[in-house]
């Protein structure tokens, strides 16, 4: 591989016109003849030949500088082309008629696509990955929240400084008796 390919193109430009500058103001007769790839050429046809490669990247930088402008100026005008559009087209099928679909189609204007009808075994799989879905995240229903009940008594226990008694709803105050 050259040396010469392994450059980019802004780094090569610059390098193909020093090499013209350079011969153009160079008043060297060793110069004046040169064997270029086997072929004799004069120093202006030389130089010719380095500003023709010149030109190829000027024209590239120009080209991609109107591309860049053209895509910009399409992408703001976008949504007004499409509103336009619609606009003829719901026209033609007030004039035409929404369901003569073989005088439209000469007009370019083509059904909408029928909706696919999904299969059992698609279905099958949809209901699988949804119940899965809801498994993972945690999520369920108004309904499965509300059968959720708290079936034993919660229980309170408190912990700190003091003698440690239990503390039980049917316990009786210490110092009474009851009897039934």
């Keep these: 591989m050259s040396k010469a390919t392994n450059r980019s193109p802004s780094k090569f430009q610059t390098e193909l016109q020093g090499l013209a500058n350079g011969l153009s103001s160079s008043s060297s007769t060793l110069l004046s003849t040169m064997v270029v790839l086997s072929s004799s050429l004069s120093k202006a046809e030389v130089i010719a030949k380095l500003r023709s490669f010149i030109g190829l990247f000027t024209a590239v930088t120009q080209a991609r500088a109107a591309l860049v402008g053209a895509v910009a100026a399409r992408k703001a005008a976008l949504v007004t082309m499409r509103d336009f559009y619609e606009g003829v087209v719901s026209d033609v099928k007030q004039v035409i008629g929404p369901g003569n679909l073989t005088a439209l189609a000469a007009f370019g204007i083509v059904p909408p696509a029928q909706r696919k009808v999904a299969s059992p075994e698609v279905k099958a799989i949809a209901k699988a990955k949804a119940s899965a879905t809801r498994k993972a995240r ?38 009474t008796t009851h009897t039934p």
Excluded: C, D, F
């Design 138 to 175: 945690g999520t369920m229903s108004k309904q499965a929240r509300q059968a959720i009940t708290l079936n034993p008594e919660p229980t309170l226990q408190i912990t700190g400084v003091g003698p440690a008694t239990p503390v039980s709803p049917t316990a009786s105050p210490a110092g």
